[in-house]
């Protein structure tokens, strides 16, 4: 397979027990460990509501997204079924400022909802 991120051939190690499975693998272990997944988490109290941040790296990498787009999905999947009652918003990247959170108390006010904002990368 070839990994998103860097383009180079990697080879999936199978045993009998999965010899015969059909997985796409989309990122190589070297690019997997160079970039880490780390979660971090920000609870941002607004006028009447919450805005709960969620940062999928901790670190700004410049990598293709898409090659993490299964730990992705399963990591935003787990977060809506956590948080049911919040309104979600999924951004690749987030720049934290003033005016971003007069505008996100907003939606919150309109929608009558604390907020989940999940993103790949939190700019402060």
Do not use: G, W
Request: charged share 25%.
């Amino acid at each position: 397979m070839i990994c998103y991120n860097c383009k180079k051939e990697f080879i999936v190690k199978r045993s009998f027990l999965n010899f015969f499975e059909t997985k796409k693998y989309y990122i190589c272990n070297a690019c997997q460990n160079s970039y880490p997944i780390e979660l971090y988490h920000e609870d941002i109290p607004l006028e009447n509501y919450v805005v709960r941040f969620v940062s999928i790296f901790k670190s700004i990498y410049k990598l293709y997204l898409n090659a993490y787009i299964r730990e992705i999905s399963k990591i935003v999947e787990r977060l809506i079924h956590l948080h049911r009652n919040y309104f979600f918003i999924f951004l690749e990247s987030y720049r934290l400022t003033d005016f971003s959170l007069e505008l996100l108390s907003f939606i919150a006010d309109v929608e009558h909802k604390s907020i989940l904002l999940v993103c790949c990368e939190l700019k402060k």
